[in-house]
């Protein structure tokens, strides 16, 4: 695989770990991604930009496998991959969040958290019933990995809390524990700080940055909000109208001409 | 102690124990409508489906005997063996594990995501429908089932009553039992959906699709161990009423009576259904026995349902159901 590129903060990124080949999603007769062409790499914070209803989400609900594009190829780590359910695609090591919020509600923090590593629970149903010890060992191993990500994201205090009394903030900061459980390859976070005030928002941006920076993370994230956008990100992907308009480093995409008119808007004459 | 309150004493255990087989019936409602969000109004007819199977399998009958020999004129109807009942039940577990795989295949992955009301209605359809395949397969006379739960007065309870109070109090054996069982089945089903790793995948669907998707659940393979412990629960139920009252049709009409169990302990609820059970259980045991005789009797056909119309005014999402909190 090609090698990859050093950041401004001397981060190494390595080889394409998602590839997304002339993507073209309709819904009937509305094109929602018109033939769209990237790639994110090992260890970047790609994210994907764009006015309301450029076909962001879409994009990543692609990549997760939610929605099936008509035309197009997905490369996961150098293979296409073949048509899959969300589910199949998720236990391939991309986990995601949801723009507005997908938590199991009636579970506490610790069980949501939990079903991150369903996956990796190999023991089957009888098995579970009689080798107790075996089960007990792969239940301790599966505890160890979500409690690190419970002190990693700062929601000790509220472990045993049911998730449905908690605030918006916390809650997203519940499912991006639940993917980060998951020990994804690749973590898709559809509009992050969706909501947020300023300081849910500076501290969510410093838990991606320390995500990707701990774990080295490969991370895509959708933003409408530019300013938190450009300050996180290594590359960004500009979506308008289901087109990309622009794709780069924060500060090329800033100076692009498309993209200044489309968040500035033009004066068409 | 006066005579009277010997009686409600006696009276009271007995719609305990009555109310323990209504909780069996809506537990296996509960399990379906918790997670997929369909009332399966097939779950009365899948009791008498699997307490069917289970003793055409015991009994060594050929299914399907009158199809059979319609179509090639021979006069088979056994197969000449009896199969011991432990056996059996395994069989009949593998048959509604069957069911439960063919009924996710053939209807209900087809209306993922279609309205409440369109799901119910096709579970309508199957109820009909499997109780015809129940008919066609097994035949439609009464049968007499017999696992070798023991029966007839508990004569241990009986002496020891007669010592305390004077007064010898009868309870059924296959009550007792079947309380136990059903005991057992919620202890086993509550360790299944909080220890295991497919009882969390269960929960996770139960709480959220979307969610349960992203984190690697298959729906379709949750659905279908749902409808098959729904189907372990229904053989459960038609177990203990089959050996009670006999298999036969109207054994499918239990289900009604799970109805205002639910209304009471919530659809969503499994301690629910089973306090739910006791309540209309004991209710109905003791309006029967209060009342009843000033109101010329058969009270039982009628109070669970006038009480969960009560519950209906007063507790919408009865005692244990998740609170319903409408934004305008």
Same mark, same amino acid.
């Given at each position: 695989m090609e090698e990859g590129y050093v950041t401004e903060d001397g981060r190494k990124i390595g080889g394409v770990v998602m590839e997304m080949k002339n993507i073209t999603l309709r819904f009937g007769g509305v094109v929602a991604i018109k033939d769209i062409s990237f790639d994110i790499r090992q260890g970047e914070i790609r994210a994907i930009i764009g006015p309301n209803g450029a076909g962001k989400s879409s994009m990543l609900n692609v990549i997760s496998g939610f929605y099936v594009p008509q035309e197009g190829q997905v490369l996961y780590q150098g293979k296409p991959r073949p048509q899959m359910r969300p589910y199949e695609v998720a236990r391939q090591g991309i986990a995601r969040t949801f723009q507005n919020i997908a938590l199991f509600e009636g579970m506490s923090v610790l069980d949501n958290v939990m079903t991150g590593r369903l996956n990796y629970m190999k023991t089957g149903l009888f098995s579970q019933a009689l080798w107790k010890g075996k089960a007990e060992k792969e239940e301790t191993e599966n505890r160890e990995v979500v409690e690190k990500v419970i002190d990693f994201l700062e929601i000790q205090h509220i472990r045993k809390t049911p998730v449905a009394r908690l605030p918006y903030g916390l809650k997203k900061r519940v499912e991006l524990a639940r993917a980060l459980a998951a020990e994804p390859s690749l973590l898709l976070l559809d509009e992050p700080m969706a909501g947020m005030n300023v300081e849910e928002k500076e501290d969510m941006s410093r838990f991606i940055l320390d995500v990707n920076d701990e774990f080295g993370t490969t991370i895509a994230l959708i933003e409408h909000d530019m300013g938190v956008v450009?300050?996180?990100?290594?590359?960004?992907?500009?979506?308008?109208?289901?087109k990309k308009i622009g794709d780069g480093t924060p500060d090329e995409v800033r100076n692009n001409q498309d993209v200044i008119d489309a968040y500035l808007g033009v004066a068409h004459d | 102690m006066p005579e009277q309150l010997i009686f409600a004493m006696e009276v009271t255990l007995n719609?305990?124990? =009555?109310?323990?087989?209504?909780?069996?019936?809506?537990?296996?409602?509960?399990?379906?409508?918790?997670?997929?969000?369909?009332?399966?109004?097939?779950?009365?007819?899948?009791?008498?489906?699997?307490?069917?199977?289970?003793?055409?399998?015991?009994?060594? +009958?050929?299914?399907?005997?009158?199809?059979?020999?319609?179509?090639?004129?021979?006069?088979?109807?056994?197969?000449?063996?009896?199969?011991?009942?432990?056996?059996?039940?395994?069989?009949?577990?593998?048959?509604?594990?069957?069911?439960?795989?063919?009924?996710?295949?053939?209807?209900?992955?087809?209306?993922?995501? +279609?309205?409440?009301?369109?799901?119910?209605?096709?579970?309508?359809?199957?109820?009909?429908?499997?109780?015809?395949?129940?008919?066609?397969?097994?035949?439609?006379?009464?049968?007499?089932?017999?696992?070798?739960?023991? +029966?007839?007065?508990?004569?241990?309870?009986?002496?020891?009553?007669?010592?305390?109070?004077?007064y010898g109090f009868f309870i059924d054996n296959l009550d007792i039992v079947a309380t136990v069982v059903a005991a057992l089945l919620v202890t086993g089903l509550v360790i299944f959906a909080q220890y295991t790793k497919q009882g969390r995948a269960m929960r996770a669907v139960a709480d959220d699709h979307q969610a349960a998707l992203s984190v690697g659940?298959?729906?379709?393979?949750?659905?279908?161990?749902?409808?098959?412990?729904?189907?372990?629960?229904?053989?459960?139920?038609?177990?203990?009423?089959?050996?009670?009252?006999?298999? +036969?049709?109207?054994?499918?009409?239990?289900?009604?009576? =799970?109805?205002?169990?639910?209304?009471?302990?919530?659809?969503?609820?499994?301690?629910?259904?089973?306090?739910?059970?006791?309540?209309?259980?004991?209710?109905?045991?003791?309006?029967?026995? =209060?009342?009843g005789p000033m109101v010329g009797g058969a009270t039982e056909n009628w109070f669970a349902y006038v009480l969960a119309l009560l519950f209906l005014v007063f507790r919408p999402q009865g005692l244990f159901g998740e609170k319903i909190i409408e934004r305008v």
């Open positions: 450009m300050d996180l990100s290594d590359r960004v992907v500009v979506m308008d109208y289901g | 719609g305990l124990m =009555a109310g323990v087989l209504y909780a069996l019936v809506a537990l296996g409602f509960v399990l379906i409508y918790k997670a997929s969000g369909i009332f399966n109004y097939a779950q009365g007819v899948m009791a008498l489906f699997a307490a069917m199977t289970l003793v055409g399998i015991m009994n060594g +009958q050929v299914p399907f005997a009158h199809l059979i020999n319609a179509i090639f004129g021979g006069h088979i109807t056994h197969f000449g063996w009896t199969i011991p009942s432990f056996l059996a039940i395994v069989l009949t577990v593998a048959v509604m594990v069957l069911l439960a795989w063919l009924v996710q295949v053939l209807v209900m992955k087809h209306l993922v995501g +279609q309205e409440p009301i369109i799901l119910f209605m096709a579970t309508i359809g199957l109820a009909y429908f499997l109780e015809g395949v129940a008919d066609l397969m097994w035949g439609s006379e009464i049968k007499t089932l017999d696992v070798g739960i023991p +029966q007839g007065i508990n004569l241990w309870i009986d002496e020891k009553t007669y010592n305390i109070f004077g659940i298959s729906l379709n393979f949750i659905w279908v161990l749902v409808w098959s412990v729904a189907g372990f629960v229904a053989l459960v139920a038609g177990i203990m009423w089959g050996t009670k009252s006999g298999v +036969q049709f109207s054994l499918s009409l239990i289900a009604l009576k =799970a109805l205002p169990v639910l209304m009471l302990g919530g659809f969503t609820s499994i301690p629910g259904a089973i306090v739910g059970g006791l309540i209309i259980g004991v209710g109905e045991k003791l309006f029967e026995f =209060a009342i």
